[in-house]
């Protein structure tokens, strides 16, 4: 496996000349711009990692004359906050993404959807968003940008629920496929990005796809914002090249006592002490949004996972079974091994029921419930039964 | 409670009639008047000509749309892991202690709601807790106090 070791990155936040970006994007075809965002490698920033290049191709090739441009905003996994501190600091750039996306797949119209919790953002958001629809207008190109807020609800990140969110319906997800490529917001081909995403893509078209290629290893290309909370005396947001070992990273950002790792927040893995060396932070390795929580040896991580479990809990949207009752019976039964009502062999019949709920679950909340569970559950057993 | 007067249609005015609507229009009553009452929920479904159902349903689900008797100022703590770990309990403590309220209730005075909430992006400054919109972070006991009171005063 390709190690890169741990080095600094300077992009997403970097200050650019945006009009000259744009001119460039919008004398290119949209072909042209999907090739670059091809050849780039680059994958989704919100968790899933699916190719953004293939995503915009597929809603390009759609023939339908209204298409939608959403920026995922919502933001919700435990331990995220790097799109809070994007919008904040680079909000022209997330505007950029935009509507480069759009010039890209044929789109006039764009939605940010952005969780209640960072309200407080948008008097500031607004005035650039004012200013950048002016700059677009200059250049002579026509798109335009709503907000849309949630209302607290983490379901609402999940893609198909966020569309019926900004419809007006209860955040609950739908079935796929249909994909939003072809049927997404209002029934209308959607790409829908994280907001990094959208930013990524924007120094993309400025740097040249080759360019970007050379960041980052084979499967996990160009770096990535981490958000770094937990047990270290460094807490905060670092952009890093992708394709570290967990080990360079605990050497960085630990505390000298570090004794787990969790990457990509609630639904994301745990990776504990004897795995640091030999676990690449990437789609090759542990995949992460971006979130990196980090606990010393004082922590229990039967506290950890009954935090996640209670979360999980509140958070599902309950329409399916696997995940709604899924949920608790997880929650109750790692409390009933930790009082001795039932013996420490439960812990199987719970991790297969873990599995079942990755299978049979509707979507990506359900179907990750099982990370978190079964690495927190099979490396700290001791912790989870005593 | 409260009465809406011309709220609701002013809203359905700025905002639409759409089934898209309704979200906005929802969270603007929430945002002057802190919750939901049945009353506003039929309005907002007389103006935009869905059942009160479809109305309640959809608020229902959503954590900030809250359809109990919220006070003026909403505090929600963040009980997610790294607040957990770096003290929120203790956060919680003072404020049930300055307010003399529990956790999911509301002053007499109906100024404050303490409520727990999950992770608000702000886990590198853990402790944190959001007053209406607004983020508070870092949190140790005598902040909290600080905070609150700048509150009482308003
Ligand atoms: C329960 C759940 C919550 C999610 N929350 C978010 C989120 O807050 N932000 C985000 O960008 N993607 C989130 N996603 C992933 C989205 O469904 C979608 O894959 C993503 O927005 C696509 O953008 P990307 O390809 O640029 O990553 C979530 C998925 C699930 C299943
Ligand atoms: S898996 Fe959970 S969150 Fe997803 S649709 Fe089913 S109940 Fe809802
Ligand atoms: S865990 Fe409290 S803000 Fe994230």
Redesign the pocket.
């Known amino acids: 496996m390709e190690n890169k070791g741990l080095s600094k990155v300077d992009l997403i936040f970097e200050e650019i000349n945006a009009k000259e970006v744009l001119q460039k994007a919008f004398a290119m075809t949209s072909e042209e711009i999907i090739q670059q965002v091809l050849e780039s490698g680059l994958k989704g920033r919100g968790g899933a990692g699916f190719p953004t290049g293939l995503k915009w191709k597929y809603t390009a090739a759609e023939k339908e004359s209204e298409k939608y441009i959403v920026c995922n905003a919502d933001e919700g996994e435990?331990?995220t906050?790097k799109d809070r501190e994007i919008l904040d600091k680079v909000p022209y750039k997330v505007y950029g993404g935009m509507a480069i996306a759009g010039k890209a797949m044929g789109a006039r119209k764009g939605f940010i959807y952005l969780r209640g919790e960072y309200r407080f953002l948008l008097p500031q958001l607004f005035i650039e968003l004012h200013k950048f629809h002016k700059m677009i207008k200059e250049i002579g190109f026509d798109f335009q940008i709503e907000y849309r807020m949630g209302s607290g609800a983490y379901i609402c990140g999940e893609e198909s629920a966020l569309f019926e969110s900004i419809e007006g319906f209860r955040g609950e997800p739908r079935n796929k496929p249909p994909y939003p490529t072809t049927s997404g917001l209002f029934s209308k081909p959607t790409s829908i990005n994280n907001v990094e995403t959208l930013v990524t893509a924007m120094m993309i078209i400025k740097m040249g796809g080759a360019e970007y290629v050379k960041l980052g290893t084979k499967d996990s290309r160009g770096s990535k914002v981490f958000s770094i909370?937990g047990d270290t005396p460094i807490p905060g947001i670092f952009e890093l090249e992708l394709g570290m070992s967990v080990q360079e990273f605990v050497n960085e950002f630990g505390d000298g006592d570090t004794k787990a790792v969790q990457v990509g927040g609630a639904s994301g893995f745990c990776v504990p002490r004897k795995r640091f060396i030999e676990t690449i932070i990437g789609f090759e390795g542990v995949p992460t949004g971006g979130s990196m929580k980090l606990f010393n040896s004082s922590r229990s991580m039967y506290n950890v996972l009954h935090n996640y479990l209670e979360f999980f809990t509140e958070e599902s949207c309950g329409q399916c079974t696997p995940c709604r009752v899924g949920c608790q019976q997880l929650l109750k039964g790692i409390e009933k091994v930790k009082k001795g009502e039932a013996k420490s062999t439960y812990l199987n019949e719970l991790i297969k029921l873990a599995d079942t709920m990755k299978v049979a679950s509707k979507c990506g909340l359900g179907q990750s419930v099982g990370n978190a569970f079964r690495s927190i559950v099979e490396n700290f057993r001791e912790e989870v039964i005593y | 409670m409260y009465h809406t007067g011309n709220l609701v249609k002013e809203l359905a005015d700025k905002h639409g009639r759409q089934r898209e609507n309704l979200m906005p229009i929802l969270q603007d009553i929430v945002r002057k008047y802190n919750y939901l009452t049945d009353e506003a929920m039929v309005e907002v479904a007389t103006e935009l000509d869905i059942s009160a159902a479809e109305v309640y349903g959809t608020a229902s689900f959503y954590t900030f749309l809250d359809t109990q008797e919220r006070g003026k100022n909403v505090i929600r703590v963040?009980?997610?892991?790294?607040?957990?770990m770096k003290g929120?309990n203790d956060i919680i403590a003072v404020l049930e202690d300055i307010l003399k309220i529990k956790v999911g209730e509301t002053t007499p005075d109906k100024m404050f709601t303490l409520v727990e909430t999950n992770?608000?992006?702000?886990?590198h400054k853990?402790?944190?807790m959001l007053i209406n919109d607004m983020p508070y972070t870092d949190l140790t006991p005598q902040t909290v106090i600080d905070v609150v009171k700048g509150y009482m005063s308003k």
């Open positions: 435990p331990g906050f909370s | 963040c009980k997610t892991i790294t607040c957990s929120k992770c608000i992006g702000w886990c853990a402790p944190a």
